[in-house]
């Protein structure tokens, strides 16, 4: 037996044990521990390699489409691979892709990999999937003016890239890889949504918050929510706008700077307070506004809570649609919305179709680069929702058309959890040790 490495319940067992079900999985998800080639060792690389073990969160809502396996090496997978019986299963190898480009330092390895798939006995069945569903922020310059779908496409150039498939939360970089790698699959993928839908409160949610009867045409008692848990210029900065007005106007949450909700404030964990209402707000409070204000992990070029090291991170232009469980809450809780955050997120939000909505408010910040440009448009759209009467957001919030729209995002919330090649997982991983 090995160490693979991941924190999840899994079953050792032998190839042959599973050989009467493989060929049941629409995916054969592959993890491994490292790779060898021509008796050298690429170890594993925590950009380069993902554990995955986030795949499991997803429920069992239909079939099961795939099954998780782990090896140690790229030659046990081969040999498993030609085993009697796996004759016709095709492997899909994951792998991880780095948050910042600055991470894409594994040319060499990729190479070697990429060398012993090509010229193995199975090589036609043996296909890479690069996953990043968490955070992905740019796709500048690796080096040379190489960006990182050239970097990736030079890398993997010996495979057909038809045999390599990338998701990634950063639509943005998904279209640099479509122009230059038509051929690769492509599809965007977020691990927020299953974060969201994960804890066992979210179970006892109704589909759709909005038929429920006891939330039907119901007044609600806020204009605004604005939930935040650290500190970062632009959420400090949105959050005194709104403090401007009169707070039974609104929600407002600055964890950081011991801003909570009333509810909040009576938890005895800050911890307790910050990992779990960052996923699931009180259901009194978020489902008693009429809008909320969704402020992103990240909103400017020269944002000082960028990591050590990564301050050269300047082209706003490249760090663009990416957004988080932030913007995926107002999905989720059926609430209009405006994005504090990277440029084009709403751009590449309409793009995978959802609807966002330019009758409520100025959009145009969506197209700017700079977030001090934008922040007059962000500080124009709060007051205006802050001068509207109750009456006024009541009817526009459950006018036919704007409930039509928090529906269909709502449904296409879902539909890229039913959609996901990782939604309906094996709820076990199976390890099998060659010797």
């Known amino acids: 037996m090995f160490d693979t490495g991941i924190d999840v319940g899994s079953s050792i067992v032998k190839a042959n044990e599973l050989t009467p079900i493989i060929n049941k999985f629409d995916n054969v998800l592959v993890i491994i521990r490292s790779f060898s080639a021509n008796s050298m060792t690429i170890d594993a690389h925590e950009e380069l390699l993902t554990g995955a073990p986030y795949y499991l969160m997803a429920k069992e809502f239909h079939k099961l489409k795939s099954i998780i396996i782990t090896t140690d090496s790229i030659d046990s997978l081969i040999n498993i691979g030609l085993l009697p019986g796996w004759e016709n299963v095709t492997f899909k190898l994951i792998l991880g892709f780095g948050v910042y480009h600055e991470f894409d330092n594994n040319k060499n390895k990729l190479e070697m990999l990429a060398h012993t798939i090509k010229y193995s006995k199975i090589s036609d069945r043996i296909n890479l999937w690069f996953i990043q569903g968490w955070d992905l922020y740019s796709n500048t310059d690796v080096a040379g003016n190489v960006t990182r779908s050239v ?7 010996i495979l057909p890239s038809r045999q390599l498939a990338f998701f990634l939360c950063n639509p943005y970089v998904l279209d640099e890889i479509k122009t230059i790698m038509p051929e690769a699959r492509t599809e965007y993928y977020s691990i927020y949504p299953y974060r969201i839908t994960d804890y ?6 109704p589909k759709f918050f909005n038929s429920c009867p006891r939330l039907i045409d119901r007044p609600r008692t806020r204009k605004i929510i604005c939930l935040n848990n650290s500190v970062k210029f632009h959420r400090e900065t949105i959050v005194k706008i709104i403090q401007q007005y009169d707070k039974r106007d609104y929600y407002l ?3 950081e700077k011991r801003i909570f909700l009333e509810t909040e404030e009576k938890q005895k964990s800050p911890d307790i307070i910050e990992s779990c209402l960052q996923d699931f707000p009180p259901i009194r409070h978020i489902s008693d506004a009429y809008v ?5 992990t990240y909103a400017c070029a020269y944002d000082t809570s960028f990591p050590a090291g990564f301050s050269d991170i300047k082209n706003v232009a490249k760090l663009s649609a990416w957004w988080s469980e932030k913007t995926f809450k107002a999905i989720y809780y059926e609430l209009p919305f405006m994005v504090v955050g990277f440029p084009r997120v709403l751009e590449y939000l309409k793009d995978l179709g959802f609807q966002t909505f330019p009758e409520l408010f100025d959009e145009s910040y969506d197209s700017v680069d700079k977030f001090v440009d934008k922040l007059p448009i962000y500080e124009k759209n709060i007051n205006k929702v802050m001068s509207m009467s109750y009456d006024d957001l009541h009817n526009f919030y459950y006018s036919d ?3 039509h729209k928090l529906k269909h995002n709502k449904e296409l919330f879902f539909k890229l959890l039913d959609d996901s090649p990782f939604t309906d997982v094996c709820n076990d991983i199976f390890r099998i040790p060659m010797h």
């Open 200 to 205: 066992p409160i979210a179970q006892s949610h």
């Open 292 to 296: 909320y204000i969704a402020t992103e």
């Open 151 to 157: 970097y990736y496409k030079n890398s993997l150039s």
């Open 401 to 403: 058309a704007t409930q």
């Open 253 to 255: 949450t600055l964890r």
